[in-house]
């Protein structure tokens, strides 16, 4: 594809050149062309970012093996003229249609920029506060995305932030709690995400909010969090089910708002039954979780494979859960594997009908898949 | 302007910025060195089986458990603030007789409230955790507890820590931030960290 457009560009130039087209036809040409054939995910583009990633990663190593060939400045000179020609080389082989290998070698100066924190860190005996270097990192690659529009340096600084609060959250002992305000960095980057128009990045934020509530549950021990998370997945998921149009123009999710409305009332309701595990409630929590689920089959079976999926998975596992709970202190292990068998027997008999169901609905409705 | 010259400019500044931001750190951390008032602590081995961490060997201090007493009466029954700026601890330094540096008083989240003699440093820290009114010490961390190896040299340095009595110059920052500034076995220097 890159190809494609960069031989329209010779093409454009030749055309202006020869007095065939005017300027603005020739800009508007390549702008309709980019507009089709920039976008998607072409094999090379995939590969470049894997060659960035790759090629990062050994620059990271470089640094941590504390190379004393090359004097410390020089080190630090390699590292800045790795984040300009980075940065300013992948502007321009953007700007000549060579849009993967753009982003990849953005994606390599974002991570010279990591790697230069590292370095200072190094050279200077710096001890402690990883989590802090992480979330410069984080905020640095966020401007990088912002004021580039990248759609992949997005992605770096959501799962940077990520990261940082992991560890800040894991971090022994100085402050072991999930740092709320990660949140408002989640709000963030959530707004640079529509910016750059990265629906994976906000994929992964709102996986990351379901961490984020797990933290909170495992630092206080409280079930306030997954409560709300459960209770907020399931708005999510009527909203998306009932107001699939608008709740997708605003979130521009891609329409999987349902999908991560049945994952998030999971991993609430699977805290909650942590919690309940030895108590009574648990069987009503269980009955809970299993309406839930086969509700949001009923309810959006027909919007996409993947929320079946999901729900199957769901059933499957909550059906574990509930047999080590109540039922494995019953059942001696040969008879354990009997009704296994027979239930996952059931569960693929209710799948395959299910599915062959959806499959002629969607061959009725035109064939749409 | 067109919008590849827009998109050139904008990744200038981006790596300014970045760049900016590493100069930033690297020409801080050079003026603590510089400006930074001396002292000198005695290294400890921090944990006597974990002692080297990768390219790195961890450095306790003779300052890094504080006794109880130097916070005072009220410094140990209040508990702290939930976030980490609670648990900051600004530790008073005077030189000792024998060149070595002793905590004479802590204080949380600032100095100590009472003046200082003449030379006397306050470096600030922070403590891994807050233990009970109870405690009898508690464990502070400066950022001064790594220190980065050529490679392969990690072994060697570790098993003489563990027989001789090594030092450390440290430099203070007037805000109390520490910065290892050189590292002595005994008397003779080991490392001096250049200003760049």
């Known amino acids: 594809m890159a190809s494609y457009l960069s031989t329209l560009r010779n093409d454009v130039a030749r055309w202006r050149a020869a007095g065939l087209i005017d300027a603005r036809t020739g800009e508007a040409l390549l702008r309709d062309a980019e507009a089709s054939h920039g ?3 072409s094999f090379g583009s995939v590969l470049s970012v894997l060659a960035a990633v790759l090629v990062g990663a050994a620059l ?44 990849a070698l953005w994606l390599l100066a974002a991570v010279a920029f990591g790697a230069g924190i590292a370095l200072v860190a190094q050279m200077y005996q710096l001890s402690g506060d990883e989590a802090q270097a992480v979330l410069v990192w984080c905020a640095g690659t966020a401007l990088a995305a912002i004021a580039l529009r990248s759609h992949p340096l997005t992605v770096g600084a959501v799962l940077l932030a990520g990261a940082w609060l992991l560890m800040t959250a894991t971090a022994a002992g100085t402050h072991d709690q999930a740092p709320l305000s990660w949140l408002a960095l989640a709000a963030v980057l959530w707004a640079v995400s529509l910016w750059t128009d990265s629906s994976p990045s906000r994929h992964l934020l709102l996986l990351s909010a379901m961490v984020f509530a797990w933290l909170v549950y495992v630092d206080s021990d409280s079930l ?30 891609d329409g999987a708002l349902p999908v991560h409305g049945l994952l998030g009332f999971i991993a609430g309701m699977s805290a909650i039954q942590f919690e309940y595990y030895d108590e009574p409630e648990f069987v009503y929590v269980a009955i809970a979780v ?53 239930v ?12 062959r169901r959806m499959a002629a609905a969607a061959a009725a409705a035109g064939g749409r898949p | 302007m067109t919008a590849s010259r827009r998109l050139t400019l904008a990744a200038l500044a981006v790596a300014l910025v970045q760049i900016g931001i590493l100069s930033w750190m690297i020409v801080g ?21 974990d002692l080297l961490r990768g390219d ?141």
């Open chain 1, 39 to 41: 976008r998607g995910i």
């Open chain 1, 290 to 342: 299993f309406a839930g689920v086969v509700a949001a089959l009923v309810l959006a079976g027909r919007s996409g494979r993947m929320l079946r999926w999901l729900a199957y998975a769901a059933f499957v596992y909550e059906l574990g859960f509930v047999y080590i709970a109540l039922i494995g202190t019953m059942l001696d292990t040969a008879s354990f594997f009997l009704a296994a068998g027979l």
């Open chain 1, 60 to 103: 990271l190593l470089f640094v941590a093996a504390n190379w004393e060939a090359f004097p410390r400045m020089a080190r630090v000179a390699l590292i800045f003229v790795g984040i300009l020609v980075g940065y300013v080389g992948g502007a321009a082989l953007k700007a000549r249609g060579h849009a993967g290998l753009g982003e």
């Open chain 2, 56 to 196: 790195y060997v961890r450095l306790g201090y003779n300052v890094s458990s504080l006794p109880a007493e130097l916070f005072g009466e009220a410094g140990m029954t209040t508990e702290p603030e939930p976030l980490a700026d609670g648990l900051v601890v600004f530790v008073r330094l005077r030189a000792g007789a024998d060149g070595v540096w002793q905590a004479v008083a802590a204080a949380r989240g600032a100095p100590p409230p009472a003046a200082p003699q003449p030379g006397d440093v306050d470096m600030r820290g922070t403590a891994d955790y807050w233990p009970g009114p109870s405690a009898r010490a508690v464990s502070v961390s400066y950022g001064i507890e790594r220190f980065y190896l050529p490679e392969g040299q990690g072994r060697a340095i570790e098993a003489d820590l563990r027989e001789r009595r090594f030092r450390m110059k440290v430099a203070v920052a007037g805000d109390g931030t520490a910065q290892i500034k050189a590292f002595y076995d005994g008397d003779a220097l080991i490392y001096s960290e250049p200003l760049y």
């Open chain 2, 29 to 49: 951390r050079a003026t603590i060195l510089r400006d930074g008032r001396e002292v000198v602590l005695e290294v400890q081995p921090v944990d006597p089986r």
């Open chain 1, 344 to 355: 996952l027997a059931l569960v693929a008999v209710v799948i395959t009908r299910i599915e």
């Open chain 1, 224 to 253: 306030r969090a997954p409560a709300i998370l459960a209770a907020v997945s399931v708005a999510a998921f009527a909203l998306g089910i009932w107001r699939p149009d608008e709740s997708d123009r605003i979130l521009r999710l």
